[in-house]
């Protein structure tokens, strides 16, 4: 066993883990904080993303005994850090990805928003291509990642206070199937 300090969602903590833990491991079985996915394991998927000082890591890989000291930012502690900083609702980029139905299972998505939140914490207005790069270590087998990128850019257009509307689930269909939209 091994015995260290963390900061995790801005709670000083104390933890007591197997030497061999990884962060991921340490999260879901010692905090209960079972957001963080555990998908492949290895290194793949991207599931299990967190932030470490504000960074995307894979807790998959990331030894838990390293961050001692360090502060980890789970999907748990977005909403309650967005709130403590005087905002109201949900963080914008869960927002975002909840008004342009960004998600199905949901498996792939507290990855999905930390990497997204924290591309946005380092470059507020990102090009299609930027968000592509900054997501593409996070896999989703349900979306086909089209929605998932409008959501990043609805969240930066509600920033600068000319969000558009989503388009319908309808007229997203009918497009693809190149047809209009029936009333
Ligand atoms: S669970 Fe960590 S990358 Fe897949
Ligand atoms: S919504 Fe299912 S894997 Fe992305």
Not at 9 to 28: F, K, M, Q
Not at 71 to 79: A, D, K, R
Request: include cysteine; charge should be neutral.
């Amino acid at each position: 066993m091994v015995e260290y300090r963390l900061e995790v969602n801005g709670d000083p903590l104390e933890v007591s883990a197997p030497d061999h833990w990884t962060l991921l491991e340490v999260l879901r079985y010692r905090l209960g904080l079972t957001g963080s996915k555990q998908g492949c394991d290895k290194g793949d998927c991207g599931a299990c993303t967190v932030l470490l000082d504000g960074k995307p890591v894979l807790a998959c890989l990331t030894l838990g005994a390293t961050v001692q000291g360090r502060s980890v930012t789970t999907i748990e502690g977005l909403l309650p850090a967005h709130r403590r900083a005087g905002g109201q609702g949900a963080d914008p980029i869960q927002e975002a990805f909840d008004r342009c139905g960004a998600l199905q299972c949901g498996f792939c998505q507290p990855g999905m928003m930390l990497s997204a939140r924290a591309l946005l914490n380092r470059c507020p207005q990102p090009t299609r291509d930027q968000i592509r790069d900054a997501l593409s270590g996070n896999l989703c087998r349900c979306t086909g990642y089209t929605q998932i990128f409008e959501a990043v850019e609805s969240c930066v257009a509600h920033s600068l206070g000319v969000a558009t509307e989503p388009r319908s689930w309808e007229a997203q269909l009918a497009e693809r199937r190149g047809k209009p939209v029936t009333p």
